[in-house]
């Protein structure tokens, strides 16, 4: 049982470059986010996915953009990267659904780090 | 949006003793309290959450409490090991939008 798998795990790109972040989850779950870690600043979610075909922003959404492409799979899009960017990214997934009982908990992947020279 | 404030930022304790690392919190709306830790190289993975309609809950070493009038939470780790030692994350969410803290390096020296 895999949970959730992002590729790539490294990836060094120039100013201007895009390049797309892939993640799938194995554990038939209906939510799934987007987070990037920077030092001392915890984890910001950039975007989430309450279930197939929804996306909606959090909060850094600027220069990103997702796709949700079924339940398993949710990718991020730089499409022209900066230094800012430069960061590690995790993606996520949970079971919750809206109005329900089920836990908030989320499932992380081992992170992609991002370098933008 | 959720602000979540988390102190200290790094915590060092001697093996046995007891590690507290206390978060706060600015929406009131917020209802689910989870806590996260993260060792070198890994995702953060939970290890203790709390809903907005319990003030405390334990699971053998460690512990959470919340005061939701005053808008924080805790967590608590007795007889700390040195596999203890990673970074912890606090969290509160409303619904899909979970924000994060900081986080704390926890250290603990054999």
């Known amino acids: 049982n895999a949970g959730v798998t992002q590729t790539p795990k490294f990836q060094v790109l120039k100013t201007g470059q895009s390049m797309t972040l892939q993640c799938a989850q194995d554990m038939n779950h209906n939510s799934m986010y987007w987070y990037r870690q920077d030092p001392g600043m915890g984890l910001r979610l950039i975007y989430y996915?309450?279930?197939?075909?929804?996306?909606d922003k959090g909060e850094v959404p600027n220069g990103y953009n997702v796709s949700r492409l079924n339940k398993r799979e949710f990718s991020l899009r730089l499409e022209s990267a900066a230094p800012s960017q430069t960061s590690v990214y995790f993606c996520?997934?949970?079971?919750?659904?809206?109005?329900?009982?089920?836990?908030?908990?989320?499932?992380f992947g081992e992170g992609s780090r991002l370098t933008v020279l | 949006g959720e602000n979540v404030e988390q102190h200290p930022s790094t915590l060092s304790v001697q093996e046995g003793d007891s590690a507290v690392i206390k978060c706060t919190y600015s929406d009131s709306a917020s209802n689910y309290f989870p806590w996260y830790k993260q060792e070198l190289g890994k995702g953060p993975q939970l290890i203790i959450d709390i809903r907005s309609n319990v003030g405390e809950k334990k699971d053998q070493r460690i512990a959470v409490t919340l005061n939701k009038t005053a808008k924080h939470f805790s967590l608590h780790i007795t007889e700390t090991q040195p596999e203890d030692s990673a970074v912890y994350f606090c969290?509160?969410?409303?619904?899909?939008?979970?924000?994060f803290g900081a986080g704390t390096r926890l250290t603990v020296k054999p």
């Open positions: 969290a509160a969410s409303i619904g899909y939008d979970m924000r």
């Open positions: 996915s309450a279930s197939e075909g929804t996306t």
């Open positions: 996520a997934s949970s079971e919750l659904v809206w109005g329900s009982a089920n836990t908030g908990e989320l499932f």
